[in-house]
């Protein structure tokens, strides 16, 4: 009977995915844990953020929703810093052996002003299930830019997806593989130990959703956050500890009819 459900759960989820979530584009645990918002926090979601960083970066996530683990989103990638094109790869994987999408990214940032940085990013996504006859698979572009006019204040834009080459059976639609997302954000670190940030997106799903979270930082190396998302309205909070180059990220997000969705994420910087 549990695995009845299961499958029926499985496949009510999948259908709404299909409709309006990116499966694929998931935030790191610590982006998560404070809204998931992305524009600012991550490469995998802007990659001008490339040229922000000053380490090389190797890390893993696993983000379980529901507690169903057919609905698991694993992803890793590599980010190497230099002084000519700072590069990162990306890898991701959600679902199960009969509803299977991936993801493969290249990005990469460069600094073009003081105050100013640009970087773009190619990914190849792909979407193997048993509910179409073919697989079908997609091309796609993002690009993006961040501006500092303050020392502790971030702002960036990225536009997600566009353009975008449809591959493979032209019978599955084109929002079965994420759609287009143009995104604005900012993370203001307001005191020494309390930033804030929040972004807002325009998708074709979705006209206007925002997200809004805090982090505090307790000692140097223990972090606590929180935050809240819109479409649906998902509270989340997140703790992150670092040693020796190693980061160690817990998030939790909680969705008011299905219940929480948790994940893990490991990083090493050098």
């Known amino acids: 009977m549990r695995r009845i459900v299961t499958v029926i759960f499985i496949g ?8 309006a979530i990116d499966n694929l584009r998931i935030s790191d645990l610590r ?22 960083q000053n380490q090389n970066k190797l890390y893993i996530n696993y983000y379980n929703r529901y507690s169903v683990s057919e609905l698991a989103t694993v992803s890793g990638g590599f980010y190497y810093m230099n002084d000519i094109v700072p ?7 959600f679902g199960y052996d009969q ?28 979407l193997q299930s048993e509910l179409f006859e073919e697989s079908s698979s997609r091309v796609s572009a993002d690009i993006g830019i961040t501006f500092r006019p303050v020392e502790n204040l971030l702002t960036g834009l990225s536009v997600l ?7 493979g059976d032209k019978n599955i639609e084109n929002k079965h593989i994420a759609p287009y997302s143009i995104q604005f954000g900012f993370n203001w670190k307001i005191v020494n130990t309390m ?12 006209p206007v959703s925002g997200s809004f979270g805090l982090e505090y930082s ?9 935050g809240i998302r819109t479409s649906p309205l998902r ?36």
Request: hydrophobic share 45%; charged share 15%.
């Open 218 to 226: 307790i000692f140097d190396d223990f972090k606590i956050r929180s």
């Open 235 to 270: 509270p989340s909070l997140g703790v992150g500890y670092s040693i020796a180059g190693i980061d160690a990220d817990v998030g939790v997000v909680f969705h008011s009819t299905l219940g929480a969705s948790m994940g893990i994420g490991l990083s090493f910087s050098f």
């Open 195 to 206: 930033l804030i940030t929040g972004s807002v997106e325009n998708s074709e799903e979705e």
């Open 161 to 167: 997806h566009v353009p975008s080459v449809q591959i």
């Open 12 to 19: 009510w989820f999948i259908y709404l995915s299909a409709e």
């Open 99 to 126: 509803y299977r999408e991936s993801l493969f990214r290249l990005s990469m940032g460069k600094q073009i002003a003081e105050l100013w940085t640009v970087g773009v990013a190619v990914q190849y996504s792909l």
């Open 31 to 52: 982006t998560l844990g404070v809204g998931g918002g992305g524009v600012v926090e991550t490469p995998l979601f802007n990659p001008a953020l490339l040229a922000t």
């Open 87 to 93: 590069t990162g790869f990306e890898i991701t994987s």
